[in-house]
Each structure stands twice: as C-alpha cells, then as structure tokens.
C-alpha cells in the first residue's frame, strides 16, 4: 500500500485511516491452511489482524465454534469482495476460480495474500503489475516451501549479493517418499501408499511425483532471485517414477542418495533450470533432508551458500508463512515482490555436470563394450562402473559414473544406445550435484 508513515489506506473506503486501526481480513478458502491461519488469528498475538469474513462453498458445513462470532461466514463471493477487508486472504488454491478472484479483489484496491504456487507461477508477473498499478500489495510467501521463508530469504535477504545458482528440494511429497525409499528400502509404490496414508501425498500424486509442483516454485524463485521471467512450461522436468531401490544402493556406494531437486543457473544468457531426480552427497543439506522436509541452497557470488530449510508444508507452518504477510501488508513493510523488472530469458536443461546413469544390458557383456564404445564415440567418458545385481531384481543392472558434460550430448549418446537395441529398458539417468 503507498502510506504516509502514519496512515495506511484503506482501499475500500478510499480514506487514509490511522495505522493502528486492525487490518481487515476476509478469507477464502477454509481448509489445511485457511483453518490454521484462522486459528492464529483468532488466538490474540496479532491485534493489528482482524479476521472478519470467511468465505468456502456449502460454508454451513466448515462453521466451527472457536471462530468468533464477529466473524462473517458466506457462500457469496459477491459479499465479500462488496465489504471493507483490506486484504482478501486466498487459501482455496488451483488456477480457477483463484485467478478471477484474485483479479478482481486487485481490481477493487483490495490487497492479496496467497499460499498458491500454481496461480503465482502462472500469472505472478501479470497480477503483481496489477497490484502495483493499483496502489495495493500481493504477498505469497507461503507459495514456495510453505513454512521456510525462502522468498523473503532470497529478497530481500539476499538482494546484496549477485545469486549464481538456486538448488532445492522444493517439494515434501517427493521427499517424503525418497526418504523412505533411502532408510527402509521399500520401493516407490510402497512408499507413496504410506505417504498417501499419512496425509502426505494426493489421492493423484502426479503433479508431485512428476516434478510440476516443484517446476511452478522454481520458476517463482527464478523471478525473485534472478529477476527472470521464466515460463514454467520451459522448465525440463523428469519424473521420480523410475527411481527403484537398486539406485539407492549404487548411491549409497558413492557416499550419495536421491533427492528430487530442482535447480537454476545463469550461464551465458540462458538459463539452466530442471527439475529431476538427482544423486546427490549423503551429507550434504539435500542429502540430509529427511521426510517431508524442504531445503534451498543458494550460491552467490559474494556470499557464497546460503541454506534455507524446514517443515516444506503442513497447515501450521505454512500459516506462520502467511501471517507473516499478512503482517508485512498491514504494516506495509517493504514489499518482497517489488524487485527490478522481470526481464524474459530462454531455459534449457542442457548442465554440464557429472552424472548416474543405471543401464540394464540386452544380453551379453558385448553389450556393456558397445554401450562404452558409444558412449566414448559421443564425447562422454566414463569415471566408473558398478556391478553388483541382486537376487531381487527381475533384470540385472549396472550403473555408471560418467564424468562431467553436457547432458544433452548424455542424452543423444543413450539414444543411440537404445536403438541399437543395447538396453532391455530404457536407461535411468540421474545428475550428479555437489554442494557443500
Ligand atoms: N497444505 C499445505 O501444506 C500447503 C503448503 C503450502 C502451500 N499450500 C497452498 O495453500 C493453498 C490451500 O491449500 P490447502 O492445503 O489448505 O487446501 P485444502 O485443504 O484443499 O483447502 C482448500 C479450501 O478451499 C475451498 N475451496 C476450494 N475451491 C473452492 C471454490 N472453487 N469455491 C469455494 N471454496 C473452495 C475448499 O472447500 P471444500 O472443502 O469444499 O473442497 C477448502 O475448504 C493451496 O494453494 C496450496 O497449494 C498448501
């Protein structure tokens, strides 16, 4: 909001009200979070916060005696975009009806604090320039890593320093899952089951699992630490499907695990992201990331690593993420989203880095000498081989350690490979990335 020191504004009315007037707040969406924001809310810490409205369809059915009675609960989106909130708090989540919502609070002068991932990453640039235009903020710190404060971390945290790379496990499903995979050596299948269980995992787990969640918060962190527009459909992203139990034991050989990691880096104009499965080193703060846990690295030129991490999501954490906006917004504290002007950046995959690659040999050991034979042909040279098949697995496998380059050349190499009809599966491969 555009205040004077001793006045905030109130959009609705148009008048400058006294800053120690509460800020009021109508929120949509009573679920995980909506229910833990409003528990805070409602818990008397925060006085400059009103809650004054809670919107959810079939709204009789989500009434629970611990909300005040002052508060207001609707069906009718009308009403509360027709009332005097000074923030509309969105907790519903998805593309639609969020963007419209969002949209039109903007439009009205409303300021916005939001949780969702997907909207921000799909129409952030669009709805921040709308709230700009409008006089009135747009929060959504709880968007990436819902309880670690990864967006503030970056900037302002860390607007002093040049940012080089942005590596994270940005997504606690996949963690969770991972996790379990590395500790009990159960497989993919049996451990999304138990996430599902737990309340971890969606009865459709793909938007975790193929790596899109994680795709939407990069591309997010991509804005705020690099000040790039990246479309996130740019962004090369590989499933965790074909992870089994044998890579964790080739892993654990090397000193490493697997983490689902999605990561950034500037190199000569285009930007490097991906978000796939990736060995990383067992003691590393990626490879220490247990259950459903998120954790950023960032490398700055000056700087150097910067670690982030902590409880990814849960409706408690990513409440304390949320309130925290809504505190910066009614406080108008510096906003974390007014940076320079995004600026449009072509996106490839194509790091240079080592890499894990698991090959299940068509027949022979012939195989494994062609399969070189090619790969050495194509530039890549390889760091090592291991070979220990176990009693378990339907098809005995290998895997090699190829020493770093480019991973499309990797990619075309292990082609070539498939269609000579080396491999009775398709390769897994996997990058190799080192922090400290
Ligand atoms: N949960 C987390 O740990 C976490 C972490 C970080 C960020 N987030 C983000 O926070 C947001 C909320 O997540 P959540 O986990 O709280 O979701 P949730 O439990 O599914 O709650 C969403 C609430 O919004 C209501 N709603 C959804 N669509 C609606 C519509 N079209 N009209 C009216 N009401 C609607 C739902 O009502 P019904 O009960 O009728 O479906 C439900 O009460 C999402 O953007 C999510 O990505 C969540």
């Not at 924001?37 to 009103?50: E, K, N, W, Y």
């Not at 982030?308 to 309130?323: L, R, S, W």
């Not at 917004?329 to 080592?354: K, M, Q, T, Y």
Request: proline content about 6%; some cysteine; aromatic content about 4%.
């Amino acid at each position: 909001m555009n205040a004077s020191p001793a006045f905030e504004f109130s959009r609705s009315s148009l008048q400058p009200v006294p800053a120690q007037r509460a800020c009021r707040i109508a929120l949509l969406g009573f679920g995980t979070v909506g229910r833990s924001v409003a528990t805070i809310l409602q818990g008397g810490s925060f006085p400059q916060l009103r809650l004054d409205m809670i919107y959810n369809r079939r709204v009789d059915r989500k009434r629970v005696p611990w909300v005040s009675p002052q508060v207001r609960w609707t069906d009718d989106l009308e009403e509360v975009l027709a009332s005097d909130a000074d923030v509309v708090l969105e907790l519903a989540g998805g593309l639609e009806p969020a963007y419209s919502w969002v949209k039109r609070a903007l439009l009205l002068g409303k300021s916005v604090v939001t949780a969702n991932k997907k909207l921000i990453a799909a129409h952030g640039p669009e709805l921040l320039d709308l709230a700009r235009q409008q006089g009135c903020r747009l929060e959504f710190g709880a968007a990436v890593a819902g309880g670690v404060p990864v967006l503030c971390g970056v900037s302002p945290g860390l607007s002093g320093d040049r940012l080089l790379k942005l590596c994270g496990i940005l997504n606690g499903t996949c963690n969770y899952i991972l996790h379990a995979m590395e500790s009990r050596g159960v497989t993919l299948d049996a451990a999304l089951r138990e996430a599902q269980q737990r309340g971890y995992a969606e009865a459709d787990p793909s938007d975790d699992v193929d790596g899109l969640d994680a795709r939407a918060k990069l591309a997010i962190l991509v804005r705020t630490g690099f000040h790039l527009q990246a479309d996130p459909q740019q962004i090369a992203t590989q499933s965790i499907w074909p992870v089994q139990p044998a890579d964790f034991r080739y892993a654990r050989e090397l000193g490493c695990t697997i983490r689902q990691v999605a990561r950034a880096e500037l190199k000569a104009g285009t930007l490097l992201a991906e978000v796939a499965p990736t060995v990383v080193s067992a003691g590393s703060p990626l490879g220490s990331a247990r259950n459903n846990q998120n954790v950023l690295v960032t490398t700055g030129k000056y700087g150097g690593e910067t670690v982030f991490a902590g409880a990814g999501a849960g409706g408690a954490p990513t409440a304390v993420a949320v309130v925290s906006d809504l505190l910066a917004v009614a406080e108008s504290r510096a906003a974390a989203n007014c940076g320079p002007a995004l600026v449009a950046v072509p996106v490839s995959n194509d790091f240079r880095c080592r890499h894990y690659v698991r090959v299940t040999p068509a027949q022979t050991t012939d195989a494994v000498a062609a399969l070189r034979r090619t790969l050495t042909s194509g530039g890549i040279s390889l760091r090592g081989l291991l070979h220990h098949p176990d009693p378990h697995d339907r098809r005995p496998s290998l895997a090699l350690v190829v020493e770093e380059c480019s991973t499309h050349a990797l990619e075309k190499a292990l082609t070539q490979v498939q269609e000579a009809g080396l491999l009775a599966e398709p390769a897994v491969r996997m990058p190799m990335v080192t922090t400290s």
